[in-house]
Nanobody, 125 residues
Framework: QVQLVESGGGWVQAGGPLRLSCAASGRSFRPSRMGWFGQAPGKEREFVAAISWSGGSTRYADSVKGRFTISRDNAKNTLYLQMNSLKPEDTAVYYC??????????????????WGQGTQVTVSS
């Protein structure tokens, strides 16, 4: 059974950093593309960042470019999101997503078959 488990969320002051992790597990599960999506209170889930299997191709939402960095360690089957210069508007539940059908990162939610339960990030002003 495939599982994606996020960790690293919490409370941080504006301008501070936070690092999210997502551990993927499951028999013979080797996700191709992986991504992060965020859902703010009362809003739809939105794309944040995505990465190819090799890590050589990444995509970011305009709102996080230059502040967030997505990376992965395939040996550990773990995805990361380094979040710097956090803003109150970054407050959201962040979800990890994974897919085995294609290696190319995508911002489209239907491009991912597997989802984690989410981790809360709260940024105070």
């Amino acid at each position: 059974q495939v599982q994606l488990v996020e960790s690293g969320g919490g409370w941080v002051q504006a301008g501070g950093p936070l690092r999210l992790s997502c551990a993927a597990s499951g028999r013979s599960f080797r996700p191709s593309r992986m991504g992060w999506f965020g859902q703010a209170p009362g809003k739809e889930r939105e794309f944040v960042a995505a990465i190819s299997w090799s890590g050589g191709s990444t995509r970011y939402a305009d709102s996080v470019k230059g502040r967030f960095t997505i990376s992965r360690d395939n040996a550990k089957n773990t995805l990361y999101l380094q979040m710097n210069s956090l803003k109150p508007e970054d407050t959201a539940v962040y979800y990890c997503a994974a897919d085995q059908r294609s290696a190319q990162p995508t911002s489209v939610m239907t491009g991912y078959d597997y989802w984690g339960q989410g981790t809360q990030v709260t940024v105070s002003s």
